[in-house]
């Protein structure tokens, strides 16, 4: 079944770009899709226009019928609080909900748990690595139990061993967990290793070019 469609979308930014032009883009539960592209083809708006920041100048979102809507968003940057510990960084989406902090303590530790972080809930931003810090900002995704992960290349910023070695994880974690995901990045390698779909987008305007399934190219564990 679908986990949502966006049918016949165009973004015009409030200074004349045009962002997408009659994008449609059906992206089913549990498939992990690549949105490829390179810088300025629109593969951002995309994610936002499915999280609803921002306004669609024309078209539609549909949601599938069993999809609960519940989304989670993970940014190229961490974007941590600086003065709070890893487990207070994680725990931010459940306090906003408004759960006190020992209601949300169960959730908080499967999420680090999830992440590998376990025995870092006390330290802060600045005592952990890049890749570390992206682990926390993945948790903090997580914690809210999402149905749907948009990713927007989430490891760009990161050395390519790091990047390699969450790739995997990422990979093992969506085995476990069948999330639907749409993982943005230009690393057309990232994306073929990571999706069952590459979708490639093209830029002025946005649109896309092609939509291509991956055949388990490498070996998943
Ligand atoms: P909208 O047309 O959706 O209302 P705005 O033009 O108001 O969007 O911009 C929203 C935000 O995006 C602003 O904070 C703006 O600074 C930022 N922004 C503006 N231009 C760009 C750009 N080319 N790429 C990314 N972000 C941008
Ligand atoms: P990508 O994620 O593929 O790099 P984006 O979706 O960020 O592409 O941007 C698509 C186009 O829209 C680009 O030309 C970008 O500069 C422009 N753009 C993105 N956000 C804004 C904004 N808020 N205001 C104006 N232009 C924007």
Request: charged share 20%; hydrophobic share 45%.
């Amino acid at each position: 079944p679908a986990a949502f469609t966006l049918s016949d979308v165009s973004k015009v930014y409030s200074n004349g770009t045009v962002a997408l032009h009659n994008l449609d883009l059906t992206v089913h539960e549990g498939q992990f899709v690549s949105l490829l592209g390179p810088s300025g083809c629109g593969k951002s708006t995309v994610l936002r226009m499915v999280a609803g920041l921002g306004k669609m100048s024309s078209g539609n979102l549909y949601w599938g019928s069993s999809s609960q809507r519940k989304l989670a968003y993970v940014f190229q940057e961490a974007a941590l609080m600086p003065w709070a510990t890893v487990e207070d960084n994680v725990a931010l989406p459940l306090k906003l909900a408004g759960l006190s902090k020992s209601a949300a303590r169960e959730a908080v530790q499967e999420a680090i748990a999830l992440v590998a972080l376990q025995g870092f809930e006390k330290a802060y931003p600045r005592e952990l690595s890049g890749g570390m810090r992206m682990r926390v900002s993945i948790a903090r995704a997580l914690v809210t139990k999402p149905e749907i992960l948009l990713m927007d290349e989430p490891f760009g910023a990161l050395d390519e061993m790091t990047r390699s070695k969450l790739n995997s994880d990422l990979l093992n974690l969506w085995g476990q967990k069948q999330w639907t995901v749409v993982f943005v990045t230009h690393n057309i390698y990232e994306a073929v290793y990571l999706s069952n779909r590459v979708v490639v987008m093209a830029a002025r305007p946005g649109r896309v070019v092609a939509d291509v399934a991956i055949a388990a190219p490498y070996p998943r564990t």
